[in-house]
């Protein structure tokens, strides 16, 4: 069984698990989404896929989404995806949407719980239950392999509460904030006084909207943000910060195993 896993990783979380689920499945290959939508032409060639990637703005992610749109899924007789939050089923339906035009629809699909770090609006878990949610998330990833490996049907339904939020209140968040642009926050980034000019939000920056002018960061609005965080979580001196948002008081979090050259080279074109 050959197995591809295509991730999208912002501040490690999603990359951690891809890496763990490669550890736990042979024969398989990571592929970062970012270099996957930089091709002419993005092709599957594993009889298993998979997907990881974080949830933002309660849904899939705006890169995942255009990867989904543009993949050739020929290949894959068993298709999988894991997001690296809890959430409703309807992320998921939503990527069975897209798949439904090449007559594909996931096989499986998991969420697990990692670290929120959407600090604008959420307060970052303590260490202790940062450590919790790793010895929890290496039980479900047993699970999960299990399942992939023997290539089980697992589709798990909403309860009712969920459902009801995940179906009808949360499209229409959703859709406010990609309209305002969660709401005009990719105008928002700066550098303090403590910015050292080190260009480390530059190269982790996903979609290569960061470009580093006199020794400091400036953010391209002509090109659109991933909302991923990296910039922000990555900075040494924690000198990135958004406007109105007081990220000044909020910590930082990254994957302790995923370090910002991991997240920088998913740039990198495969050739």
């Known amino acids: ?41 993005i092709e599957t060639t594993a009889d298993t896929v998979g997907l990881v990637f974080p949830i933002h703005n309660l849904t899939t992610p705006i890169p995942v989404k255009r990867f989904l749109q543009r993949v050739d899924m020929g290949s894959a007789q068993y298709i999988f995806a894991v997001a690296t939050r809890l959430c409703s089923d309807r992320v998921f339906l939503d990527i069975d949407k897209i798949l439904e035009k090449q007559g594909k629809s996931l096989d499986a699909y998991f969420s697990v719980e990692m670290p929120c770090t959407y600090i604008p609006l959420f307060t970052l878990p303590s260490q202790d239950a940062i450590a919790k949610m790793e010895t929890d998330l290496q039980k479900r990833l047993d699970g ?52 050292t000019g080190c260009g480390l939000c530059e190269r982790v920056c996903l979609a290569e909207r960061i470009r580093m002018k006199n020794d400091k960061p400036e953010w391209i609005e002509s090109i659109d943000c991933v909302y991923c965080f990296a910039c922000l979580h990555y900075c040494p001196v924690e000198a990135i910060q958004i406007r109105g948002r007081k990220t000044i008081t909020k910590g930082r979090y990254h994957h302790s195993e995923v370090k910002a050259a991991d997240i920088a080279s998913q740039k990198q074109r495969n050739e």
């Open 1 to 41: 069984m050959s197995i591809q896993i295509y991730y999208l990783s912002g501040t490690g979380n999603s990359l951690h698990v891809a890496k763990e689920l490669e550890r736990r499945l042979p024969e398989t290959t990571l592929v970062p989404i970012i270099s996957a939508l930089r091709g002419d032409r």
């Open 144 to 195: 999960i392999q299990a399942i992939v490996t023997s290539k089980q049907v697992n589709r798990e339904k909403d309860d009712l509460l969920v459902f009801l939020l995940g179906h009808i209140l949360y499209p229409m968040i959703t859709a406010f904030m990609f309209k305002a642009r969660f709401p005009d926050m990719a105008r928002s980034f700066y550098a303090d006084s403590r910015c």
